[in-house]
């Protein structure tokens, strides 16, 4: 294992102090417990949306805290969920009045520990996303996994919250993008925790890992190595089957890298995935490359649709500005 650390034990701790010397005008990190807030806070009544999960998925969620996107974000150990207690206090730091709004990943130890934050804070709400249509349950799941597609509920829900949007419009309209979200990835290499010291699952040289989970998680099946456009099709194919996309409708295209492929492939896989959308007809009014929701050093890639109307357009252009995602005044 080569990794630019010093000790296992700090490596969580030490890049929460790194990243908040580089982003100190956008963000302040707690430390014990810890959590991620906004440096700059909006109006008292705004509802406060929070996400949270293990690291190791950089920059999800803490890169996603700023204005018209998260208020907060509660990270845990690599891979390891963070505690009802770092929610709690997340939430008591934020909250402003206007409600608290929790955004979930469909993994057990996320939903126990949030579900009993949200139990023990009054009028607290919870969207779960479940995007990944590769497979209907898996390690750690019950039901479908939540992945990049994440990230797209965090923009669009951060800019109604920021327009003015009340609490139970948020999580209605955080349900509907879940809801016509869906993503698939692709693993090359695995990933390697720090604190383990090997990568997580052996693959071989010529092999590739379809439909893998962002902690490394069997996919659909273990096949041989095929070119970016056999890859792109069937993971454009299977989401569009499992989200019923249709021919003419427009959509959102997000090519998010595992942590480990470097943008002159990921650009190459947006090109094919692409025109394998554009082959069945979908229309791609936005999309998004780069690396969003990671899995450590993983070499692969995933994609992501989402069916766009005109409220989603207008949300996902809003203004944002955080250390990962920025555009707009």
Known sequence: MKKLINKTDDVLRESLLGFEAAHSDLVTVNLAPRFVARRQRKDPGKPVLISGGGAGHEPLHAGFVGHGMLDAACPGEVFTSPTPDQMMATAGAVDGGGGVLFIVKNYAGDLMNFEMAAEMIDGAETIVTNDDV????????????????????????????????????????????????????????????????????????????????????????????????????????????????????????????????????????FHAAKRECEARGLRIERSLVGNYCTSLDMAGCSITLTRLDDELVRLWDAPVHTAALRWGN
Do not use: W
């Not at 750690?140 to 965090?154: D, F, H, K, N, S």
């Open 134 to 269: 590769a497979v209907e349950d898996s390690t750690y799941t019950q039901g479908r996994r939540g992945v990049a597609g994440t990230v797209i509920v965090e923009k669009i829900v951060g800019a109604a919250s920021e327009a003015g949007a009340d609490l139970a419009s948020c999580k209605k309209l955080g349900e509907r993008v879940n809801a016509t979200t869906g993503s698939m990835g692709v693993a090359l290499t695995s990933g390697t925790v720090p604190a383990a010291g090997r990568p997580t699952f052996d693959i071989g040289e010529s092999e590739m890992e379809m439909g893998v989970g962002i902690h490394g998680e069997p996919g659909r099946r273990r096949v041989a190595l095929a070119s970016a456009d056999e890859i792109a099709a069937e993971m454009v194919g299977a989401i569009a089957e499992a989200k019923a996309l249709k021919s003419g409708e427009p959509c959102l295209l997000l090519l998010n890298g595992m942590g480990g492929t470097p943008l002159l492939e990921l650009y190459l896989m």
